[in-house]
């Protein structure tokens, strides 16, 4: 049986050698480039079709969902390697913490299963991992390929997220990326040390407190809202328990103001 890492320790992970951990803004593309198998595409506009005409236009053959979907971000895995995609026209806070939200995947999701799954039962797995071959009835009898995806993986991010919040399941495996995205570029226990130095200089605002997170580490503010919110009514309750659901909750509230201040420009209009 897999025991599930924390998200301190794949950032941690992730970071290590690459001399990029002790400054902030944290350089994630740089590290992705020297750290994973993964190409980072950014397009002006990005929609499953959109994403599934890139691949088919490079004959890149994977089973993608069909659909219209607008998308912040997808991810396309197969045999250890993938393709990251990001929605260039999003402002850059935004691509960032969609980047981080997929690498999150790439590490959690698809490649540290996959390591620990060859690492016990040997090389030849990689075939059965890749969709290449079927699992044989030993290697099915080892119970561990329940929980793993074969063959290729892929992961869409919405704009909206409204087409996952009736599958708990899937709720819960985006609020640990969620987790995993923030602890890889604003760690926790940097984000209690910048809140502890700046309470002790002047009391501020939860608004102008999440704004000052958010020009620190070039994230969205609300990745930061309901974590600042719930810190400093719970302070015995751990990091982690705070973030948990709640990036994802203010995200989803952050996409629906803005839908509604665009609608209400179109009714001006």
Not at 62 to 89: K, M, N, T, W
Not at 232 to 255: K, M, N
Request: hydrophobic share 45%.
């Amino acid at each position: 049986m897999m025991i599930n890492p924390t998200p301190e320790i794949l950032a941690q992970e992730f970071w290590a050698g690459t001399g990029l951990d002790s400054t902030f803004p944290r350089e994630l593309e740089r590290a992705l480039a020297l750290k994973l198998p993964l190409a980072l595409v950014k397009l002006p506009l990005l929609s499953m079709a959109v994403v599934r005409s890139w691949l088919e236009r490079r004959r890149i053959s994977v089973p993608f969902p069909s659909g219209q979907e607008d998308l912040c971000g997808c991810l396309v895995a197969y045999r250890e390697h993938g393709i990251i995609f990001v929605c260039g026209a999003d402002e850059a806070a935004e691509q960032r913490f969609t980047l981080a939200h997929e690498v999150a995947h790439f590490l959690r999701d698809y490649l540290w299963p996959r390591q620990q799954i060859v690492q016990k039962l040997g090389e030849n797995m990689r075939e059965v991992l890749d969709g290449l071959r079927p699992a044989t009835s030993a290697e099915r009898a080892a119970a561990i390929l329940s929980s793993v995806r074969l063959g290729a993986h892929i992961h869409l991010l919405p704009r909206f997220g409204t087409d996952e919040e009736g599958d708990a399941v899937v709720m819960q495996i985006e609020e640990r990326a969620d987790a995993l995205a923030l602890e890889l570029v604003a760690p926790h226990r940097r984000i209690g040390a910048f809140l502890q130095e700046r309470a002790s200089h002047t009391p501020s605002s939860l608004e102008d407190t999440c704004a000052a997170l958010a020009a620190y580490f070039v994230l969205p503010a609300y990745a930061f809202t309901a974590i600042v919110r719930d810190i400093c009514r719970q302070p015995s309750v751990s990091f982690l328990a705070d973030i948990t659901g709640t990036v994802r909750r203010a995200r989803e509230e952050h996409c629906v103001r803005i839908q509604r201040e665009d609608s209400h420009a179109d009714t001006e209009d």
